[in-house]
């Protein structure tokens, strides 16, 4: 149990935050139930980009045959050419989540240690991968995926994902 204090705000406890990755500064969605229930939700401005993502990842993947990935800061939102099953609202891997931090563009290398989008699948990896920022600000990564033998990915390839990722940035801004 948990008590607002006088200007009505009320402490989240650290377990909830963890699990749900709630990080200070973290907007959150509040809605009510007609029984008096209040629901918290964690808010992803990228949520509002979903569709439109997902179009983004069906065109890639048409027109490249490969796995293409749309994630927010905690999972992936957008997938194609992969069983959704498999990646669909997963969890970002740590490791993701470690390289969206780093603002930096990815693209694997032979020999390297592979880099999984998710938690929730070994089958695939990060071929290429691209920071999305609007304002400066991380809202999440576009992902090329490779399967464990698939070839490494050109840099073409990873101008494509710098591309997709610097348009939905600019497409969050307005």
């Known amino acids: 149990m948990t008590r607002g204090d006088d200007l009505g705000r009320i402490?989240?406890?650290?377990?909830?935050?963890?699990?749900?990755?709630?990080?200070?500064?973290?907007?959150?969605?509040i809605y009510t139930e007609k029984d008096g229930g209040v629901i918290f939700r964690k808010y992803s401005p990228m949520g509002d980009l979903q569709d439109f993502a997902a179009q983004i990842c069906e065109s890639i993947g048409a027109n490249t045959g490969l796995v293409a990935a749309v994630s927010?800061?905690?999972s992936i939102i957008a997938l194609s050419g992969a069983p959704k099953r498999e990646l669909m609202d997963k969890p970002n891997?740590?490791?993701?989540?470690?390289?969206?931090?780093?603002?930096?563009?990815?693209?694997y290398q032979p020999?390297?240690?592979?880099?999984?989008?998710?938690?929730?699948?070994?089958?695939?990896?990060l071929?290429?991968?691209a920071p999305i920022l609007s304002q400066g600000d991380l809202m999440g990564c576009v992902?090329?995926?490779?399967?464990?033998n698939d070839p490494a990915l050109a840099e073409a390839d990873q101008r494509l994902a710098q591309t997709v990722a610097g348009f939905l940035g600019k497409q969050m801004e307005s």
């Open 127 to 129: 071929g290429v991968a």
């Open 72 to 74: 927010d800061r905690d």
């Open 93 to 107: 891997s740590q490791a993701l989540e470690r390289l969206m931090e780093s603002r930096k563009n990815y693209r």
């Open 111 to 125: 020999g390297e240690d592979l880099i999984r989008a998710s938690d929730g699948s070994d089958k695939y990896h």
């Open 11 to 29: 402490v989240i406890p650290k377990e909830i935050r963890r699990t749900l990755k709630i990080r200070e500064g973290d907007p959150l969605e």
């Open 143 to 148: 992902m090329l995926l490779l399967g464990e």
